[in-house]
């Protein structure tokens, strides 16, 4: 489907909603959309997120927590050897002003989180949860730490094979790494790599970083306000979205580096606040986690249940290996590229093990989840799928639900978050759905342009229209790129793991040293 037709298309969806005589007939009409793109894209979403046989378990999330493993044996540990010094060079302590790129490491950091710390956090932890009980809180975490070395693979690439301009802009990521590395290795087929992941970023910005966003948080909205047309949300978001993207990765990050922080401050502050409330629950929670993550206490697939949504919930959330976060990374102002890689690691650490474990915790202390007191395992529903919860609510309802439990106004600190979230992320996306962009496109501010406008539209159709299968596709194509993104860090990590080498050696001898600021 190409671009025109979409735009087409968005606008169809849209009129109903100033026409409402319409309404009817666009209804059926969107009703044969769906099924038609469904039809047309199905065989690549089955594929992508086909299970093993005989199993839950989606082959891609397999593919990714298999590459964060042999990543973290590869650089020995690399998440823990180095966490100390990443939090240094966060603090600027290593930062040399006169240091090429455009934006700060803090800045770098707080513009890739804003692309995953989301509505996965709150939503996506309630449904693991839910159906995999509290066990599968460890297996995320687990996964999480694993994933960090996946990051500081592939953010350290990012930076050493970005192109750097004469006026001071940066571009970089997979397909600039994949390309320049394959040909500095002698290997065939990285230009053509690159040109497949470029197009799944392209696709996986405009859908799940950006159509998602708004529609979820349209609904959000009207669930607090009432019920009216999403074309308004979209327009007030494409609006503001467009107002940070057109300034470019300085202007994305002098946002995000206000944004990430303050919303996680808000939603870590509320949880903080259930956690002291219910001190008394927290060993009984960590013990249902640690529980129920090798026995399932009667969950839905037991023990390999709880560890399926764990490792899915982390992989989803963190995006560790899906070649995203090297994009917003490669802009950072250093001449180590190195340095990048050990910033980026904490990524995973704020995302999944703090951030998602947190909701998970809150979720297991405010007890929404049935337990059955004569055995102590959790009462599945009627379906048998899931826990039973009160008042039968499961996803962004049962965090929310968790929350209100201890805070009767949090609905409202919820419905803040999930605006938060999906702002930072939807200008985030827009960044690297751009670089996708102009990599295949050419650089420019003519092009530049033409897709932030592109993006900015997409805003206003995600919000109006229901368009399952386009979403569905989009998130296909997002664990698309982590395919093509992983395959080429096999072939790669090598040269990261001299990079590391060196920097280790130079930082032991005091070469590597402080700047006074």
């Keep these: 489907m190409t671009y025109s037709t979409k735009l087409w298309l968005g606008a169809a969806l849209a009129a109903p909603l100033a026409n409402p005589a319409l309404a009817q007939e666009t209804m059926s009409l969107d009703e044969k959309v769906n099924q038609a793109f469904a039809a047309f894209t199905g065989p690549f979403v089955s594929l992508i997120f086909a299970p093993f046989p005989g199993t839950s378990f989606p082959w891609i999330v397999m593919w990714l927590v298999v590459a964060a493993t042999i990543f973290t044996l590869y650089f020995g540990f690399v998440q823990f050897r180095f966490f100390k010094h990443a939090i240094q060079l966060v603090k600027g302590d290593y930062s040399d002003p006169n240091d090429a790129g455009e ?31 509290p066990g599968a809180t460890f297996w995320m975490i687990l996964a999480g730490l694993l994933g960090m070395a996946s990051k500081f693979t592939e953010c350290t690439l990012g930076v050493k094979y970005r192109n750097e301009y004469p006026d001071g802009t940066v571009s970089g990521g997979p397909m600039y790494y994949i390309s320049k590395g394959f040909s500095e290795l002698g290997l065939p087929g990285g230009k053509f790599l690159a040109v497949l992941f470029s197009v799944f970023c392209i696709l996986g910005a405009l859908g799940g970083g950006n159509m998602f966003q708004a529609n979820q948080a349209h609904a959000q909205i009207a669930g607090i306000v009432g019920d ?91 995006e560790a290996g899906v070649g995203s976060a090297a994009i917003a990374h490669s802009a950072v102002r250093t001449k180590e590229p190195i340095t990048e890689g050990f910033v980026s690691l904490l990524e995973p650490l704020i995302d999944t093990v703090v951030i998602c474990t947190m909701t998970a915790l809150v979720i297991t202390i405010s007890q929404q989840m049935i337990i059955d007191p004569a055995t102590g395992n959790y009462v599945l529903n009627e379906a048998g799928t899931s826990v039973a919860t009160i008042n039968d609510v499961s996803g962004v309802a049962l965090t929310s639900a ?27 996306w827009s960044y690297y759905g751009l670089k996708a962009w102009t990599y295949l496109f050419g650089e420019g501010k003519t092009s530049e342009l033409v897709f932030k406008v592109i993006f900015c539209i997409f805003i206003i159709i995600g919000a109006a229209a229901s368009l399952g299968p386009v979403i569905d596709f989009s998130d296909a194509a997002i664990f698309a790129m982590a395919v093509v993104n992983i395959f080429a860090l096999y072939f790669l990590m090598k040269l990261v793991k001299r990079e590391l080498g060196s920097y280790a050696a130079r930082l032991q001898s005091g070469e590597i040293r402080k700047f006074k600021h």
């Design 103 to 133: 934006v700060s490491h803090f800045q770098a950091l707080a513009t890739a989180l804003s692309g995953t710390v989301g509505l996965g956090n709150i939503a996506g932890v309630a449904v693991a949860v839910g159906i995999g009980g």
């Design 228 to 318: 009216y047309p999403g074309w308004i949300t979209g327009i007030i978001f494409a609006g503001v979205v467009f107002a940070v993207i057109v300034g470019g990765i300085k202007s994305i990050a002098n946002v995000t580096e206000k944004v990430v922080p303050f919303m996680g401050i808000l939603y870590v502050g509320a949880a903080l606040i259930i956690l002291i409330v219910n001190y008394d629950k927290i060993g009984w929670a960590f013990g249902q986690i640690f529980g129920g993550a090798f026995t399932g206490l009667g969950v839905a697939g037991g023990m390999v249940g709880a560890l399926i949504q764990g490792f899915k919930r982390a992989a989803f959330s963190n």
């Design 402 to 428: 968790a929350f209100a439990s201890g805070i009767s106004w949090f609905p409202y600190v919820l419905a803040i978050a999930v605006i938060l979230f999906a702002f930072s992320t939807m200008i985030s």
